[in-house]
């Protein structure tokens, strides 16, 4: 079994970004790369919009399968297995064909994929630092994105590491939630488009830097029921465990920067990685009395998330990370939207006996007002995640 070593240089970084070459890895059709990530946790309650429940569980274990089709094309398919309250669910996360030869820096894929969009989405949820995405994550892109679409993305040949694209996705986990039970949703419900450049700061030091667009067609939340009239609750069981988003808007921005230092690019013994995201999700209330709700002075405000994150890796086998991070909402009740507002503070500490696993212990602080009925709770998780088979570089 290959070892990777992954220096901290953008240039070879965006290779493991981008080219095919790096992406087909030496797997063909005949011989194809076949991996596992065996993810198990303890927990000891439960967090708001999070895919871990309380107790003994399987996190995000997930069986993927590689290889270059032809001289043109790629495939690969990543299936995932999880339990949620005692029952095990299966899910195809990844099913999707990339092009190897298109001419000046172009390259093309379709089907199921993770979306560009972001610094952290377009990374399986298995090489995160924490035992779960940010809470700006979990409510506006469902933990991590991912959809049937197609994707065209372009690689400028520039020394400043550049690469620009846009998706098209059919948006099933991106619907506002339809409290009316009858609404009509567009079939192809998300466009989104991104950029991403950086560089390098000497032989020790990269950045990458990146901003990103997601349009939502199906956005907008249902025109609130009148008194008296039940609701279709079905937005639980859509949007919650389904990896679908909870917060939803028409136009959703991010912005999102990266800093990686290792002592002369060396990654494999020492490295510290400091990260951070901001969202804003805007136009959420129902359409038919958008007009209206924004004419008083009590007109919701935008949907905004942050996080800012800092994992030194300080010995070969230890790592140890901080992360703070703000989601503040608003939700729809009746003919008002409450504003809420979610903190959380997360310490972790990994051993990693080598390269295909990790033992991490995390305690999380949360702060809630309004939101879930948090208002000061602790969270301790213990997590391995386990790498069986073949495993690639990650990506910056």
């Known amino acids: 079994m290959t070892r990777f070593i992954i220096r901290s240089s953008v240039a070879a970084v965006a290779c493991a970004l981008v080219s095919n070459s790096v992406l087909?890895?030496?797997a063909t059709l005949t011989n194809p790369a076949i991996s596992a990530i065996l993810d198990g946790y303890y927990q000891n309650t439960e967090r708001p919009m999070a895919e871990r429940s309380e107790g003994f569980g399987l996190g995000h274990t997930e069986l993927a399968l590689s290889a270059n089709i032809d001289d043109m094309f790629y495939g690969k398919l990543t299936t995932v297995v999880e339990t949620n309250d005692g029952?095990?669910?299966?899910?195809?996360?990844?099913?999707?064909?990339?092009?190897?030869?298109?001419?000046?820096?172009?390259?093309?894929?379709?089907?199921?994929?993770?979306?560009?969009?972001?610094?952290?989405n377009n990374q399986h949820v298995h090489v995160d630092a924490f035992t779960d995405r940010p809470a700006a994550y979990r409510a506006f892109l469902g933990s991590h994105y991912f959809d049937d679409g197609l994707r065209l993305a372009y690689v400028a040949p520039t020394d400043l590491y550049w690469t620009l694209g846009v998706e098209a996705f059919k948006g099933d986990s991106m619907r506002a939630e339809d409290e009316v039970g009858d609404?009509?949703?567009?079939?192809?419900?998300?466009?989104?488009?991104?950029?991403?450049?950086?560089?390098?700061?000497?032989?020790?030091?990269?950045?990458?830097m990146g901003l990103s667009y997601l349009r939502n067609e199906n956005g907008r939340l249902s025109?609130?029921?009148?008194?008296?009239?039940?609701?279709?609750?079905?937005?639980?069981?859509d949007h919650d465990h389904s990896h679908g988003a909870m917060y939803t808007g028409e136009n959703t921005y991010i912005a999102d920067f990266v800093y990686k230092w290792a002592p002369n690019g060396n990654y494999k013994y020492q490295h510290l990685t400091l990260s951070g995201e901001f969202f804003r999700v805007t136009d959420y209330a129902p359409a038919e009395d958008h007009a209206a709700t924004h004419a008083h002075d009590?007109?919701?405000?935008d949907h905004t998330g942050w996080y800012v994150s800092s994992v030194y890796q300080f010995t070969p086998?230890?790592?140890?990370?901080?992360?703070?991070?703000?989601l503040d909402t608003h939700e729809l009740h009746d003919d008002h939207f409450d504003a809420q507002k979610l903190k959380e503070t997360e310490v972790s500490l990994a051993w990693h006996n080598s390269h295909f696993s990790t033992v991490r212990l995390q305690y999380t602080h949360q702060d809630g007002t309004n939101f879930d009925g948090i208002e000061d709770d602790h969270v301790i998780t213990l997590q391995y995640v386990m790498a069986l088979g073949a495993h690639g570089a990650h990506q910056f």
């Open 183 to 208: 609404r009509e949703f567009k079939n192809l419900g998300v466009y989104t488009a991104f950029t991403k450049f950086g560089g390098d700061i000497g032989v020790s030091s990269s950045w990458m």
């Open 298 to 301: 009590d007109a919701p405000g």
């Open 87 to 120: 029952e095990t669910e299966i899910g195809l996360e990844e099913a999707f064909i990339q092009t190897l030869s298109m001419p000046a820096g172009f390259s093309v894929r379709a089907g199921r994929f993770l979306s560009d969009v972001g610094y952290m």
């Open 317 to 326: 086998n230890w790592s140890a990370g901080l992360r703070y991070g703000q």
């Open 24 to 26: 087909a890895e030496d």
């Open 223 to 237: 025109e609130p029921l009148s008194s008296g009239t039940a609701a279709v609750d079905d937005h639980d069981h």
